[in-house]
Nanobody, 123 residues
Framework: QVQLVESGGGLVQAGGSLRLSCAASGRTFSSYAMGWFRQAPGKEREFVAA????????DYANSVKGRFTIFRDNTKNTVYLQMNSLKPEDTANYYCAARRGIVRSTQSEFESWGQGTQVTVSS
């Protein structure tokens, strides 16, 4: 398993942007597909985006397509989530997750999880 630490959350006005980062430990980062999930108060945790180990394949939830971009820098063992045109409904705790193998969107298939970073979008 890898250790994951998220950063970059904060308070932003609707229409604004934030970039989340997730730093991973270990020497085999490129063998892990990475995902971002989020959980709003009183709601189930949901899939946001995922990226393959090479970065060549991505997947997004319909609710964020065209606004969020997931990308990674394997030389820095870091995956990012660029969030643009933020909406109040994007407010949630955002989690980074890792799994060996191909891109998936089901959280039960991810092996390692970070502690989360809070994103709050004000209207």
């Amino acid at each position: 398993q890898v250790q994951l630490v998220e950063s970059g959350g904060g308070l932003v006005q609707a229409g604004g942007s934030l970039r989340l980062s997730c730093a991973a430990s270990g020497r085999t980062f490129s063998s892990y597909a990475m995902g971002w999930f989020r959980q709003a108060p009183g709601k189930e945790r949901e899939f946001v985006a995922a990226i393959s180990g090479s970065g060549g394949s991505t997947d997004y939830a319909n609710s964020v397509k065209g606004r969020f971009t997931i990308f990674r820098d394997n030389t820095k063992n870091t995956v990012y989530l660029q969030m643009n045109s933020l909406k109040p409904e994007d407010t949630a705790n955002y989690y980074c997750a890792a799994r060996r193998g191909i891109v998936r969107s089901t959280q039960s298939e991810f092996e390692s999880w970070g502690q989360g970073t809070q994103v709050t979008v004000s209207s």
